[in-house]
């Protein structure tokens, strides 16, 4: 085991129970990504540097990025995120596009991070968004779809939770309270980690950024606010949206949330566990200036994006993942002896044919041994077709849930295999 060549760091091995909760949340995605309308998409794993340079923020292109010089000399990073590449394809056709735009994408990403609880290098990350909807209305709707979605998982109020905020709303206040523009980047550095950090090393953080004093104060109290949205007339009307669709109790507002991303200029939330245990389930907001950033017409957007890393971990923790099943396989086709291969495998087509997931014995073992390994794949049928099966135009079959045995002419185990899966 010594020469055993171990994965790059910070990627993930899908085994089946992992693969199988990531296609199961990738199903929750599309379900209610599409009851919203929205309309699935992709993007290229690959994209030229220069895309993300003045758009994502220093840090996560000069840190994070996996970047590398192709064989022409061209700078090419492994996509870090998805939003940029998506202003560059409206952008490209942006006059042939009908608007609003509602689209969604599920897919991997790099980023080269200290990989820790809940965050690897390798990813994979829903992105949905609204885009041509200058609106409390639409950001609303994005919000619903991230509240519906927890809800569809079968997350609680009191387990995740929906922090709201709005740029504009904060950078008119801070500047009230004595701040220049000047600072302005700075400060919302400052508050992305408010919650974070511990108090101390909050404070210290400020201090190297040059806050102190009665600024400092200023903006606790500014942050302990949490009448401050009122405001904000896009904030009240964002919030009777919300109550209107029966959603209050996974939204809140929350002054601390900022958002790292130097793209957002309007509103901007993350999803928390309400426990505090994991990192952000997800975060987004409204960027209207970052399509004619990539050479396109001013247009305005509204989205979000969720890793799956941290969903896993929480559904987990909280009893919400489904319950793992060794084989999607709904019926095992036992193997009676060398003479009867052929007639099982016959069966099992036939049945596979029709629609239903079968997995097939491939050598003679005792039959109690293939009802265990059926069993412990979680199958719900097993069928045996022996000599005596074969020459009646029989098939017996136990159904592992009831124990309820019976026999069935060969032309009919089809139909009575869907009348009780269906059940």
């Known amino acids: 085991m010594s020469n055993l060549i171990q994965p790059v760091k910070g990627t993930v091995d899908y085994y089946p129970e992992a693969m199988a909760l990531r296609s199961w949340l990738y199903g929750k995605i599309r379900e209610v990504s599409e009851s919203f309308g929205y309309s699935e998409y992709e993007a290229p794993f690959l994209e030229r540097l220069e895309l993300y340079a003045a758009k994502s923020g220093e840090e996560l292109v000069e840190k994070q990025s996996y970047v590398f010089s192709d064989r022409s000399g061209e700078r090419i990073t492994l996509r870090p995120e998805l939003t940029p590449s998506l202003a560059r394809m409206v952008a490209a056709k942006q006059r042939q596009l009908n608007y609003p735009l509602r689209w969604w994408s599920f897919g991997p990403f790099w980023r080269y991070e200290r990989p820790q609880k809940g965050r690897s290098r390798e990813f994979f990350q829903w992105n949905i968004d609204l885009i041509g909807a200058e609106s409390a209305e639409a950001d609303a709707e994005i919000v619903a779809i991230a509240a519906t979605f927890l809800k569809n998982l079968g997350l609680q109020a009191s387990e995740a939770m929906i922090l709201v905020n709005h740029r504009e709303l904060m950078q008119s206040e801070i500047l009230k309270i004595g701040f220049d523009e000047i600072q302005l980047e700075s400060v919302y550095k400052l508050i992305d980690r408010k919650e974070k950090l511990p108090e101390e090393k909050w404070k210290n953080y400020a201090k190297e950024l040059s806050i102190n004093g009665k600024l400092i104060t200023a ?99 909280l009893g919400h993942a489904p319950e793992h099943k060794e084989t999607p396989a709904e019926v095992y086709v036992t193997l009676f002896n060398e003479d009867t291969l052929a007639a099982s495998l016959d069966l099992a087509q036939t049945i596979r044919m029709a629609g239903i997931k079968v997995v097939s014995h491939l050598e003679t073992d005792k039959l109690q041994k293939q009802f265990k390994r059926a069993d412990r794949l979680g199958a719900s049928f097993v069928l045996i077709l022996g000599p005596d099966e074969i020459s009646s135009g029989k098939v017996s079959a136990k159904n592992l849930g009831s124990g309820e045995q019976f026999d069935a002419d060969q032309k009919e185990i089809v139909a009575l295999l869907k009348a009780h899966l269906t059940k």
């Open 219 to 317: 903006l606790e109290g500014l942050l302990a606010n949490n009448e401050l949205w009122k405001k904000s007339e896009d904030l009240q009307a964002f919030f009777e949206n919300i109550e209107s669709m029966g959603l209050s109790e996974y939204v809140k507002f929350a002054p601390h949330v900022i958002r790292g991303l130097d793209y957002y200029t309007g509103i901007v939330f993350e999803a928390w566990d309400t426990a505090g245990e994991f990192r952000s389930i997800f975060g987004g907001g409204r960027y209207d200036d970052l399509v004619n950033q990539v050479g396109g017409e001013p247009v305005p957007a509204v989205g979000f994006a969720a890793g799956n890393m941290v969903l896993s971990l929480m559904l987990k923790k």
